[in-house]
Nanobody
Framework: VQLAESGGGLVQAGGSLRLSCTASGFTFEDLAIGWFRRAPGLEHEGVACITTSDGSTYYGDSVQGRFTISSDHAKNTVYLQMNSLKPEDTAVYYC???????????????WGQGTQVTVSS
């Protein structure tokens, strides 16, 4: 099983990025997939999660209204569209997968390697 993130980079404040998380080796339709981030010196923060079976989503307070999580079952991929980016969004972003329902808790069983997002002021 493998999770591969892509789409990170450097963007100016107010800009947008779209992150992708492609899952391989999983039964994609049965997964909860979450996006987390970790800034230097801080703990992992839950950003957004989606249940692939019914498309239900949940967002962290700091990104509500700016970020959108979605899934493409044909591509076994979950996206995180990030708009109105702020310097405080700078972090390494990780996707994680679980066959349970951990929500925005960090108790997911499977994790990707992460992708850096840097937002300049």
């Amino acid at each position: 099983v493998q999770l591969a993130e892509s789409g990170g980079g450097l963007v100016q404040a107010g800009g947008s990025l779209r992150l992708s998380c492609t899952a391989s080796g999983f039964t994609f339709e049965d997964l909860a997939i979450g996006w987390f981030r970790r800034a230097p010196g801080l703990e992992h923060e839950g950003v957004a999660c989606i249940t692939t079976s019914d498309g239900s989503t949940y967002y962290g307070d700091s990104v509500q209204g700016r970020f959108t999580i979605s899934s493409d079952h044909a591509k076994n991929t979950v996206y995180l569209q990030m708009n109105s980016l702020k310097p405080e969004d700078t972090a390494v972003y990780y996707c994680a997968a679980d066959y349970g329902a951990p929500g925005l808790q960090v108790s997911y069983d499977y994790w990707g390697q992460g992708t850096q997002v840097t937002v300049s002021s």
